[in-house]
């Protein structure tokens, strides 16, 4: 579609001031260079004859320039540029219609004149900016009297000047609602005693209790504290920050990251905002590029991964999504989340096992999609050292399934979410994933062999990545849960330390990953490693939630350590020694060099898994794991 097929009565009106404004800007520039004398009106019969002309040229450059199309509610610096190149390139027109065209072939002297072409540019940016920001400063007016009514809170802002500026700009446009800005604190000190869009810089971010207690004496309680990204960095301290605010009883929000260009908006501030490094950069457009108009199906779009990836799916332009779950509440609820997002997507939603090779067999056929996001799976350690043989049907028969359904329905790609437990694996989570990429990883080759000089064949590729903030299962709402009880927290180990990202960074860079192996010149690599930061020590992570919580670890609230649990070990690894690492160019990413059995000893040991399945035979089911990864350690807390 064209700019032309949007255009509205609005902008039609806009274009019918414009004109008017150019042409009164003209005719004044002509009466005063002219004096209202003889020569105004000498010239007037010639210049009504020029005029028609001149304004059709004018409407072609407002249009160019974009003075047509934006909204007068948010004209700003950009937008008073354009109209400065707009008089700029009319006067232009102006000097060279007098000089080229109409002094040596009508007149034959100057009709118009340097005086008079000066003069014009100045009128003529006057006259297209004074209805624009008069309608802005009344517009802006309005928001801030809202703003001083009874029901905005007095607020205190957190954080450097570029974020304050981001959060004032969607209080006084209307996005950010029932907030009154009264003061900012920021880290830097080159912004103390400064003004942002007319809000003081208050103090540091040190000089909180004194700045409330301050506004407090003088009759302007502040209410409401709220923390920008920057507020967020390691130096700016953000527990200190949020535990004074907590205990002066003030409401606490953050402004999430900046990037992305979505609406400024308010959320709560977690705990798991505090134990973030600074996220990876995301090419969105990257990410746009692989999924628009794309057929997708998420196994597992019930879970917390599964549903984020669903939801980045249809953001960035799916064509149409399948949701597979086999939980029927968690399908419902992500299809319901799914269905009212502003979306074209077709978005449909099935029950399914994929153990039920069969049903996945038919919906993958039936659907035909160009790439499937496989995150179904079972995850909870001590669960499947309980239950070895569900851990084998679901990640490994499961995962079986699901890559074949996908190549016989002629899909680009398959993408298996991992884990970091599948390196030199303890348990058997890890184990079963481990088998499961290297099933993937014999596929993802055999495919590339036989399809040398033919049609680019599927990718099968596989995502490691460690604990998910906030997902099910999760320590942190544990030990939300555990707090709010009173007590005790309970951790495995003084030792056990974990990797952790949030899911939205997490899906974001699975898909990116996902663009890497499907690139045009065909990778050799077929697992990718997420980089998850610094490791964090879990007793501190629990002492600082208790903190947070205006408790004292010890006094207010125990600590207990269970012990480790079967499966478990206290430090995770990234890479195992028999697959270095491969650097791929793609920030917050890496890969493992491929270390796969061939496919046909892969099929033996399937096949003898079955058996021992269809037995329930443990040691059977383990000896053949352990010849399948030999790697597989006995002694798990290590």
Known sequence: ???????????????????????????????????????????????????????????????????????????????????????????????????????????????????????????????????????????????LHHARSGDAAPTLLVGRAADAEV????????????????????????????FIRNVPVVGGLDDIEDVINDFGKRNKPISRVIMTPSAFEPDAHPESVLMRSRR????????????????????????????????????YARLEALIKNKAV??????????????????????????????????????????????????????????????????LMSEFKPDIVFHAAALKHVPILERDWSEGVKTNIFGSLNVADAALAAGAEAMVMISTDKAIEPVSMLGLTKRFAEMYCQALDHDLAVQAIG???PM???????????ASNGSVVPKFKAQIEAGGPVTVTHPDMVRYFMTIREACDLVITAATHALATERQSVSVYVLNMGQPVKIVDLAERMIRLSGLQPGHDIEIVFSGVRPGERLNEILFASEEPAVEIGIAGIMAAKPNEPPMQALRKWISALEDAIARDDPNAIRTILKDVVPEFAINAAS
């Open 297 to 362: 199906i998420v196994t597992g779009g019930g879970g917390s991964i599964g549903a984020e990836i669903c939801e980045r799916v249809v953001a960035f332009g799916a064509a149409r999504l399948l949701v597979i779950e086999n939980s029927e509440p968690a399908l419902y609820s992500v299809t319901e989340a799914l269905a009212v997002l502003e979306s074209s997507a077709e978005i449909d939603g099935r029950i399914a096992d994929i153990r039920d090779r069969t049903r996945i067999m038919h």
């Open 1 to 143: 579609m064209t700019r032309f097929s949007h255009l509205t009565l609005r902008n039609f009106l806009i274009a019918l001031h414009d004109l008017l404004a150019t042409a009164a800007a003209l005719f004044a520039a002509f009466y005063l260079r002219f004096e209202g004398g003889e020569g105004f009106y000498e010239r007037l019969p010639l210049l009504l004859q020029i005029l028609p002309y001149f304004l059709a040229f004018s409407v072609v450059v407002f249009f160019i320039f974009n003075l047509t199309t934006t909204k007068w509610r948010f004209i700003s610096l950009p937008d008073a540029l354009n109209v400065i190149r707009v008089a700029t390139v009319l006067t232009v027109a102006l000097l060279v219609l007098d000089y080229i065209f109409v002094a040596p072939n009508v007149r034959g002297s100057f009709f118009l004149g340097k005086v008079t072409i000066v003069l014009y540019w100045f009128l003529e940016v006057s006259a297209l900016s004074a209805l624009r920001f008069a309608y802005r400063y009344f517009r802006y007016t309005r928001v």
């Open 167 to 194: 959060v004032l700009r969607g209080i006084e446009s209307g996005a950010i609602k029932h907030l009154r800005p009264i003061g900012v604190l920021s880290p830097s000190r080159s912004d103390l005693g400064q």
């Open 248 to 283: 002066l009883g003030l409401i606490v929000s953050r402004l999430p990251s900046l990037e992305g260009g979505d609406t400024p908006r308010l959320t709560s501030v977690a705990v798991e905002d505090l134990l973030l490094r600074p996220s990876e950069k995301i090419d």
């Open 459 to 469: 990718r099968l590729i596989s995502v490691r990545f460690g604990n998910v903030l």
């Open 454 to 456: 033919g049609k680019p």
